[in-house]
T-cell receptor, first 117, second 113 residues
């Protein structure tokens, strides 16, 4: 069974600083990888996804992530954060079986990003 | 606009009562999912349905029940057998295509006292 570990539960940064949110996964088969963002008392919004191809994936709001198969990681980065990026971020993985994903996502525990002025 | 509607936003119940959370989507998605979110634990899958009149248990199905009588609707009942029902519940859906991501509703916060 797959598992996802987000290595930091909280990440405080100052506005305009770069940030990296770390995610490692474990799976015995190929996977799809996702990052979602959640603002307080709201649902999750997709930031970006890795399905195949280029290991560097660009998403919305200036975020990007790099898939590293050898290290089983999918870290999320942004070169310069804004106050509005303050939210909780979730890494998620979906296993492929027979080349098909059934949409069952396994989520990490979440990382709360707090951007200070 | 298409989307997923969860109602109500906040729900309060007394211990020992069953309660049903509503989830409706007008995205014409085939598959629907219920997740439970607790602080510091991420999201855990309760039930999912890939087609009308069929559904499967997720990782934490005990104390919950669902139905899928219509494509647009996937209600979740939290029964009195659920030992710790207070949580934030999220409904999601996706088309039945291999690489489509999940779309989420805005959640229902259930408090049981």
């Amino acid at each position: 069974a797959q598992s996802v570990t987000q290595l930091d539960s909280q990440v405080p940064v100052f506005e305009e600083a770069p940030v990296e949110l770390r995610c490692n996964y474990s799976s015995s088969v190929s996977v799809y990888l996702f990052w979602y963002v959640q603002y307080p008392n709201q649902g999750l919004q997709l930031l970006l996804k890795y399905l195949s191809g280029s290991t560097l994936v660009k998403g919305i709001n200036g975020f990007e992530a790099e898939f590293n198969k050898s290290q089983t990681s999918f870290h999320l980065r942004k070169p310069s954060v804004h106050i509005s990026d303050t939210a909780e971020y979730f890494c998620a993985v979906s296993e492929l079986r027979g080349g098909t994903s059934y949409g069952k996502l396994t989520f990490g525990q979440g990382t709360i990003l707090t951007v200070h002025p | 606009d298409g989307g997923i509607t969860q109602s109500p936003k906040y729900l309060f119940r007394k211990e020992g009562q069953n309660v049903t959370l509503s989830c409706e989507q007008n995205l014409n998605h085939d598959a629907m999912y219920w997740y439970r979110q607790d602080p510091g634990q991420g999201l855990r899958l309760i039930y999912y349905s890939q087609i009308v009149n069929d559904f499967q248990k997720g990782d934490i199905a005990e104390g919950y029940s669902v139905s899928r009588e219509k494509k647009e609707s996937f209600p979740l009942t939290v029964t009195s057998a659920q030992k710790n029902p207070t949580a934030f519940y999220l409904c999601a859906s996706r088309p039945d295509r291999g690489n489509s991501p999940l779309h989420f509703g805005n959640g229902t916060r259930l408090t049981v006292t």
